[in-house]
């Protein structure tokens, strides 16, 4: 299936200004409809959604599918509600409304058992939609000197169901050319956060963050334009330096925090790291292109990923892991959010709060909820604990 | 239950009775010696193999159940709310919290501290579980990763190229676990041990089929609810022992002579119910009550599916080739055991006839996740596949203050009141 790209899905970026630009990047990712989701379509192209956490993109981009993050909304959950329980995160409901309510039509979901609800959810989503809906087992057991055989496999199976849906077959010459796209994405983004690191006043948590999740819903080469006619306006960007606290942003591994709640947090701190969608940014280096771009990608997500509350590697214990983007970035302080009745989330806010304050490193704590929609309150406490630390 | 002349009747839950208290003393003593225990879950336990090691066995999910049926899990879980969980977490997890917090102690007697934990990914919350472990006590944690089905239906068949390359993936971790064991242990691994174990888990995982199955008979012959959690505690507990074996042997003959003498497990069977989700354990006896005052009786669960660690497959370790079979039989089972809570609406549409099945209950509950979140879901598949009353419930299998009798009440009620007006319904046409 050849890829239905001949134009822009989201031509509107271009534009006189950084700050013009952003503003329509944020509208875009505001925007519960999708409607880049909806051009790609109305081109005939298949959308393959993939839930949070990490998904190898490059098999369906080589298949010439649209990739699409499903990440919930900011949205009621008119119809998902009755399909769950009580006691869930709200992203499940979200995520499922966008499918019921064909805000966004898929030709196939994939999701990974990140944690005991969202492991439900192909069955809810199977259920309920007419295409395939499959369970993507990435290895949870990274530490065996078995699992990137293993993953090398099911990414081979999962290849033979993303070529029945594109009708087409994905050959290794087009996972190598997607991989060789995808690195430069990853470059892309990498180049990004150092900028926040250096020089964050540069961009705010809520700026990147936008321009980060347009990764989910764009195809990548556009992807990759627009960061790339970004980046240079934001490095050279005239803005006045204030010094505000550095600090890191953690808990946005899967439901994703406001973006007001985001732009609050940044007016009053420098966020020089945070684990937003992390998925995007889960293989932290270039993908070797080798002769099985299969292996390669199984090998990159086992020996060269990311970490989040829903990976358990021995390698990366959690409180090491804290200490260590603290010490890489220059923070003083850490933002500790948790998604309400996020079960891994709230879990990781014990060994976060104690590994911090057994080294004396300030925090602030919050729970949100993708749809919440006052922040007055927490931003007056954040400004509060801002001011203990600068002033007291 | 009062036993008969036979002495049959009566001894399974007398039987279980002793040997969980047997667990508890040997656990306590282990305890006191500072042997170090094997940590595992229902979903997955390996204890076939761990037993060649002379691990004491745990499991923290019986654990904190325990304190719950005994009515003290609030005391647990607000001491690891103290620590700093949340409430919105699995009240397991935090009740084993409190444990290792009390160095082990128990309603039962004193927990041993772990030597390793094996955690399967049945259910995510064992492996944050474990890492719990991992930050307090400093031992290993070993991961088991079984990939489980990859849609409805969407599973590997035995013998093809996709189970193969899962087994191999499954066999070498366990070949990685026999490794950890051995050095945490001090012992070398004995390969006929582990076949001798793994023949008294063929012998119990037969029995626990028919012991379902027996429960066609009318009336039926336990209760699935709270008979069933009783034989699922031996099953988990005694898995791959000669104990567990005879247990279930002896106990398989007093179902099947309660079947063949239409000897019923309450006085007067009105309804056949089958119960999807976990017990509420902090009223365990009155949940049960609810349904059983009506003549309710659950004749089926898939918590006997999931909770058994998937016992209820037809499969049978071949002990010519022990390790390659274990690993098959892992694989099948643990897989089994995610298909019975994410994907079991045709399992349940199929077992409504020959159970006789009046009515459908779906308890899910806040502590787990794992189990609740596809319910309400489930419930409606389910009704779509057959015409066939059900009630949904909430509450939670430790923490009592989410849990509302006189609500729970109200809904079994008229839930029973919409069966008999159903059973009524024929008779006033006519």
């Avoid at chain 2, 079994?412 to 006033?428: H, I, S, Y």
């Amino acid at each position: 299936m050849s890829r239905p790209l001949t134009a822009e899905l989201f031509p509107q970026w271009h534009a006189d200004g950084v700050d013009e630009i952003l503003a329509r990047c944020r509208e875009l990712v505001e925007d519960p409809d999708f409607p880049t989701v909806k051009r790609w379509r109305e081109r005939g192209g298949r959308v393959v959604g993939h839930f949070q956490v990490y998904f190898p993109e490059e098999i369906a981009h080589a298949a010439g599918l649209l990739p699409f993050k499903v990440r919930g909304a900011p949205l009621e959950p008119a119809q998902a509600d009755s399909h769950f329980g009580s006691y869930l995160c709200s992203i499940l409901k979200s995520s499922l409304e966008l499918a019921l309510s064909k805000r966004v039509e898929l030709d196939l979901f994939v999701t990974h058992p990140i944690c005991d609800a969202a492991r439900n959810l192909a069955g809810v989503w199977g259920r309920n939609c007419g295409y395939p809906c499959r369970i993507l087992y990435l290895p949870q057991n990274p530490n065996s000197a078995f699992a990137v055989d293993y993953l090398r496999d099911e990414y081979q199976r999962l290849t033979r169901v993303v070529e029945e849906v594109a009708g087409a077959p994905v050959t290794a010459e087009a996972l190598r050319g997607s991989i060789g796209v995808f690195n430069a994405n990853r470059a892309l983004l990498r180049r990004l956060y150092a900028l926040r690191r250096a020089e964050p006043w540069r961009v705010s948590v809520d700026e990147a963050y936008v321009l980060v999740a347009l990764a989910g819903m764009l195809p990548r080469e556009e992807h990759n334009a627009l960061l790339s006619a970004v980046l240079p306006l934001l490095e050279r960007r005239a803005v006045h330096r204030r010094d505000k606290v550095r600090v890191i942003l953690e808990g946005g591994f899967c439901e994703q925090p406001p973006l007001d709640l985001l732009r609050a947090i940044g007016r009053s701190c420098d966020v020089v790291d945070d684990d937003l969608l992390v998925g995007l940014r889960w293989l932290v280096a270039d993908v070797p292109v080798g002769d099985d771009p299969w292996r390669a990608l199984a090998h990159a997500y086992v020996e060269g990923s990311a970490h989040s509350p829903v990976q358990h590697d021995l390698r990366k214990p959690k409180e090491r892991m804290l200490v260590e983007r603290l010490e890489r970035c220059g923070a003083e302080a850490a933002i500790l959010l948790a998604a309400k009745m996020c079960e891994p989330g709230l879990e990781e806010l014990v060994v976060h709060t104690r590994t911090l304050d057994g080294r004396g490193v300030p925090y602030f704590v919050s729970e949100f909820e993708e749809n919440m929609t006052s922040f007055d309150g927490l931003e007056i406490q954040l400004e509060t604990f801002v001011e203990n630390l600068l002033f007291v | 239950m009062t036993a008969t002349a036979s002495g049959i009747v009566g001894r399974g839950g007398e039987a279980a009775g002793q040997l969980f208290r047997s667990w508890f003393d040997g656990l306590t003593a282990a305890a006191e010696e500072k042997r170090g225990a094997a940590y595992v879950f229902v979903m997955g336990s390996v204890t076939e193999l761990l037993r060649c090691f002379d691990f004491p066995i745990v499991f923290p999910e019986i654990n904190s159940l325990q304190t719950a049926v005994r009515h003290v899990a609030h005391e647990y879980l607000n001491e690891a709310e103290n620590y700093g969980y949340s409430p919105d977490i699995c009240g397991y997890v935090k009740a084993d919290v409190a444990v290792q917090l009390r160095r082990g102690a128990h309603p039962m007697g004193r927990i041993p501290k772990p030597a390793l934990a094996v955690c399967t990914n049945a259910c995510n919350t064992y492996i944050k579980w474990g890492e719990i472990w991992e930050r307090m006590h400093g031992m290993p944690m070993f991961t088991l990763d079984i990939p489980g089905s990859r849609g409805a239906g969407v599973t590997s068949a035995p013998g093809s190229e996709d189970f193969e390359r899962e087994r191999a993936y499954v066999a070498g971790q366990l070949g990685e676990l026999i490794t950890l064991c051995e050095r945490v242990s001090g012992r070398a691994f004995d390969i006929d041990r582990l076949r001798e174990h793994l023949g008294h888990a063929n012998t119990m995982q037969a029995a626990w089929r028919e012991l379902i199955d027996c429960n066609r008979s009318r009336p039926a012959v336990f209760n699935a609810l709270s008979d069933g959690t009783i034989y699922l505690g031996v099953a988990n507990g005694f898995r791959g022992t000669a104990e567990g074996a005879a247990f279930f042997r002896d106990l398989l003959e007093e179902l099947c002579y309660k079947a063949a003498n239409g000897i019923g497990t309450v006085t007067k069977e009105q309804w056949r119910l089958a119960f999807v989700g976990v017990p509420c354990y902090p009223i365990f006896r009155r949940f049960a009550e609810l349904f059983t005052h009506w003549g309710g009786v659950f004749v089926n669960s898939t918590y006997l599916w999931f909770a058994s660690g998937g016992s209820h497959v037809d499969f049978q370790y071949d002990l010519e080739r022990p390790l390659e079979s274990l690993a098959a039989g892992v694989l099948r089972t643990v897989r089994a055991a995610m298909d019975s809570m994410f994907f079991q609406a045709p399992s349940l549409a199929e077992m409504i006839d020959p159970f006789g099945i009046d009515g459908v209950v779906f308890h899910p509950i806040k502590s787990c996740r794992t189990v609740s979140t596809g319910l309400a879901d489930t419930r409606r598949a389910l009704m779509a596949l057959r015409d066939i009353p059900s009630l949904f419930i909430e509450s939670d299998l430790m923490d009592r203050r989410v849990v509302s009798e006189a609500q729970l009440k109200n809904r079994a009620d008229a839930f029973f009141e919409g069966l008999a007006a159903r059973r009524a319904q024929p008779a006033l046409a006519r």
